[in-house]
C-alpha cells in the first residue's frame, strides 16, 4: 500500500501527500493528459509544471506501447526520458481505447509488464470499461474480470498500482468492485463515467460515487477518469476524489471552447474580453479569436489549463476553510445538471456523516438545498434524541438576539415542571440552551436579514403559566444551559453527574454567551464560538470517571503512551481503538489500554480511519497533564449577522 498522508478535511475533500517515487503529489491534484509524443503535445509537462503549477501528468501507456518509435524511447530511457519530465507520472492502460474503438491490441499482463518496464510511477491494470447502461449481465462481468487482472497485477508489481472500480449504474457492482480495488490498489480509479460527464449526467455520477464511497478505503487515493471541466472539480473533490485528470483542457481547445468554472464559453462569439488570467490579459480573448488555428488552440488550452490550476487552488482553500460544501453549491449553480448532482449528492447524505467535521466556523446558505446539508441533517437527527425526555417546549414569540433581551425571559412551570423555551431559527425550532452550538449559531441564510420573527408579545406567551418572578432567571439560565450543552454533547446521564458534583458555567461579559464551566475554581470545559464544550486535561479525568469506556475514547497503543502524556500528537498507526461515533474535529479522551488518561485531543481522522491511514496524525493533543493548549481565540459574534 502507498502512504497517502491526510493533512487537511473538510467533509469527503481531502488535503493530502501522496509520495511517489518522483516526488509528492499534493491533493487533491489535476494530472493533465499528455500525449506520450512530445511533437503532439502542445504544453509540455515542464511546462505544465512551471507555468501552470501543475506537477503530475498522467499519459497512455497503450498509445506508447502500439507506437513502435515512441516505445522504443520509452523501453530505453523511461517514460519520463520520453515525456521530458522527472515528476510523477501515472499512466494509462488502454481501457479507454476499449471504450472509444471497441477493443485493444494488448493484453493485461502485456500492459503491466510494459508499463513496469518504463518506470511509470503509477501503473494502471488494463480494466474492461463497463458502459453506464450495460446491460447488469455485462456489467458483472466486467467488475469481475477487472478483479481478476487487478489480482494478479498486485502480484505481480511491486511500485504503485491504480485499479478501476467499474460496474455502470449498478450501486451493488460498484461497491463489489470498489471493496475489490480497495484490497488491491494504492490509487483507486473510479472508470467508466467519461459517458455520464459528456452527457452532463451529473446525478448518475453522484449516485455512481455514493455507491461506491463506503467501500473505498480510507487509505487508498480516489481518482476519477476523465474529470475535465473546471466546473466539475469542487463537484468531484466534495465526494471525495482526490484526482482529477483530464484531456478535456486540449479538446475544448481545439473546438474553441474557453472553460471557466462557472460554465463553458465559445471563443467564436467572444466579444467582450470576459477573462483577465495572466494569458488573457496579454492577450485579449478578442484577439485570440482571429489568430490562426494552430495558435488559437494553444492560447486556449493554456488559458483552461490556468482555469483549472486555478480551480484546484480555489479547492484545496475551502478545505482548508471548511467551505467545500458553499464551493461546489455556487459551482452547481453553472448548470442545471450539476444542481441535479448536488440534490443526488443531498439525498446520499449518509455517506457524508461519518466523516462530517464536529463544526465548522461559518455556515452560509447559497443554494436551495444548502438546508440539507450533513451539518444540518446531523444536527436534526442529534436534536430528536436531546429532545425526548426534555420539555415541554414552548417557543419565544420573538429572537433574543441581546442579552438584555435574554434577560427578560422568566422562568416558568407548566404543571409544576420546568418550561424550556425553543426559538425559531432558519434550520427550525431550536431549544434555547442549544442556540450557539454548530450550525445554528452561525448558520447564516436570506432570512437572518428579514425582520425578525414576531409572532406575539411575551406577555401572552406567558398567559395562563405560573411564572417565577423570584427567582433570577439569569442564573437558572445559565445552569439549564450549562446542563443542555453537556448532556447534547455526552448524554443526560453524564450532565447530571455533573451538575450533582457542582459545576457551574461562567459568560463573557461581552456578550452574554457561556465560555467555560468550571468546578471549585477548575475549568473543566471551554465553550468556543461553535458552541460545543471542549475539555481540559480535567474536563476529560470527569468525563472518564462518569462516562463508561469505549465513550469518547481513543485508544493508544503501548508505543505511543509516553508520548501522548507528553502532549504529542497520537499519530494513525498508534490508534489500537476506539468511539465509532466520534467525528474528526471532536474531543476526545486519549486513554491507554487499561483506561487510564492520557490526554484530551481533537479528531483529524475518524475512528474508522485510525490505524488504517499508514501515516499522519489521528488526533493532535490539546490538553496533558502538565499543560493545556489555550482555546482558540474566538470571535465573539452575538449573531450571526454580525459575522458577514
Ligand atoms: N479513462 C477514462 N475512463 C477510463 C476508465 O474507465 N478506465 C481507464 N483505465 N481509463 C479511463
Ligand atoms: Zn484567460
Redesign the pocket.
Known sequence: MGGFELLARDGLARIGRFPTPHGVIETPALLPVVHPDPARQPVAPTELRRRFGLKAVITSSYIIWRTPPLAAIAEERGVHGLLGFDGPVMT?????QQ?AYGHVEVTDSQILAFQGRIGTDIA?V??V?VEPDAPRDVAEAGVRETSRRATQARAGRAGLLAV?V?GGLDPDLRRQSAAAASSTGDVL?V????PLMERYRFADLARVLIAARPALAPEGVVHL??TGHPMTFAFAALFGVDLFDSSAYLKFARRGTLMFPEGSVSIDGIQENICRCALCEHVPLTEVRDLPPPERETRIAEHNLLVCSEEVGRIRQAIRDGTMWELAERRSTGHPALAAGMRAAIRGVRVFLPTEPESRRAFRTTVVTSGLRPAVIRFLARLDVFKSGRGPYKPIPFVPLTTAALRSIPAATIDGVPLFWEILRPVGLVPLELSDVYPVGCYLAPEEFDPPPRTGDLASALEGLPVDREQDWSEAWTRRQVEALLAWRYGPDLASALLAVGVVGFRSHRTGRLRRIERDGTILFHLGSEGIVRPTFEGGRALRAHLPAPANRIVVAPDAVPFVREGRSLFSRFVSGGDRTLVPGASALLVDESDVLLAVGRLVLAPGEMGRMPRGVAVEVTAHERGERAPEVEDEAPSPAATL
Open positions: 494509462d492502460s488502454g481501457a479507454f471504450h494502471t488494463l480494466d470499461f478501476p467499474q480509479a472508470g467508466g463515467v467519461v477518469f476523465g
